[in-house]
T-cell receptor
Framework: GAVVSQHPSWVICKSGTSVKIECRSL??????MFWYRQFPKQSLMLMAT?????????EQGVEKDKFLINHASLTLSTLTVTSAHPEDSSFYIC?????????????FGPGTRLTVL | AQKVTQAQTEISVVEKEDVTLDCVYE???????LFWYKQPPSGELVFLIR??????QNEISGRYSWNFQKSTSSFNFTITASQVVDSAVYFC????????????FGSGTRLQVQP
């Protein structure tokens, strides 16, 4: 099946710094990518929808100036957590939509665990 | 708006027991997809099944089986003869439309299989 990668797989940073997370579709072109956040022992919550070449659409309650999303190519979307704080510590998971088949299929990346000290 | 409910927060069984994980969903769309994912401690989501709203056939894959009932808006998942390796958090999810939209996840059910 299709593969979606995320980099880094884990990151520890100091409060106030910015962290960039990459999501890549390795063998298909993803016109749409989704970013989810998962706090410990909780479910996955959609943060934003990223469409190639256009601005991301953020879910209610997600600060677009804090979570910058760039979908500059059909295989890469990045999420930048700006001025990270301990409450941003979470597991961030992306998914990429492959529209090439008879039905759209979404593939999830392995996730990035962010710890802000 | 769409919603997925997994009422069982945690289930503990002994190896070789059968276990059923419940999932109830809400949607106004007539076209939608339902999913089950497994999340082991590593965190990576493991895809188990996708079912569209027009296909109510039950499915069996090895020790796994799924029961989809539109009449009760349920999509339950049964593991037969559970094994310790089945221990994980299981998520049921819904995507409205033709697969282009994001998934809405249930709160998950943590399954512990004791040896």
């Amino acid at each position: 099946g299709a593969v979606v990668s995320q980099h880094p797989s884990w990151v520890i940073c100091k409060s106030g710094t910015s962290v960039k997370i990459e999501c890549r579709s390795l063998d298909f072109q993803a016109t749409t990518m989704f970013w989810y956040r998962q706090f410990p022992k909780q479910s996955l919550m959609l943060m934003a929808t990223s469409n190639e070449g256009s601005k991301a659409t953020y879910e209610q309650g997600v600060e677009k100036d804090k979570f910058l999303i760039n979908h500059a190519s059909l295989t890469l979307s990045t999420l930048t957590v700006t001025s990270a704080h301990p409450e941003d510590s979470s597991f961030y998971i992306c998914s990429a939509r492959d529209p090439s088949g008879m039905t759209d299929t979404q593939y999830f990346g392995p996730g990035t665990r962010l710890t802000v000290l | 708006a769409q919603k997925v409910t997994q009422a069982q927060t945690e289930i503990s069984v002994v190896e070789k027991e059968d276990v059923t994980l419940d999932c109830v969903y809400e949607t106004r769309d007539t076209t939608y997809y339902l999913f089950w994912y497994k999340q082991p401690p590593s965190g990576e989501l493991v895809f188990l099944i996708r079912r569209n709203s027009f296909d109510e056939q039950n499915e069996i894959s090895g020790r796994y089986s799924w029961n989809f009932q539109k009449s009760t808006s349920s999509f339950n998942f049964t593991i037969t003869a559970s094994q310790v390796v089945d221990s994980a958090v299981y998520f049921c999810a819904l995507s409205e439309g033709t697969g282009r939209r994001a998934l809405t996840f249930g709160s998950g059910t943590r399954l512990q299989v004791q040896p």
